[in-house]
């Protein structure tokens, strides 16, 4: 692209050159002329002249047009090459936060497991807890039947103390 800048840089001034030598060069040719010969040739060159700058002034204009264009194409290529670094920037970013997501997923999945862990742990506890319950219900039914044999076993006792006491008493009074 730059290179057929400069190409075509060169031509414009190959041409303007040739055109400003050659003005020089009619000067010089037509000091040896007679008059109307002078005025044709003078003419003619003219018009070559006025055609010739006509096609300068547009190849002026295309190269300006093409200028445009190619400052254009530098300032989209600039962009793209900015794009392309902030895309290796965002790839790597992307590593990163790939790398911070496995550490992280890593960390659920533990998180988890001991999540899972401290529920049975906590089943296991409500388990032991209705058993302990059922015990301590167990126990208290026990002490209530032991309290109940223990007073109907006192009840036996004196029942007996005194049957005792009545024999002997009996026993004495005979």
Known sequence: MIADQILVMKIFYLNLKTFFMGKSNIRYQLTNLTGQRKKK???????????????????VKELEEREVKLEGELLEYYGLKEQESDIAELQKQLKIKTVEIDMLNITINSLQTERKKLQEKIAHGASIKKELEVARNKIKELQRQIQLDANQTKAQLLFLKQQVSGLQARSHQK
């Not at 040739?41 to 190849?59: D, F, H, K, V």
């Open 41 to 59: 040739i003078y003419e003619t060159e003219m018009a070559n002249n006025a055609s010739e700058l006509e096609r300068l002034r547009n190849l």
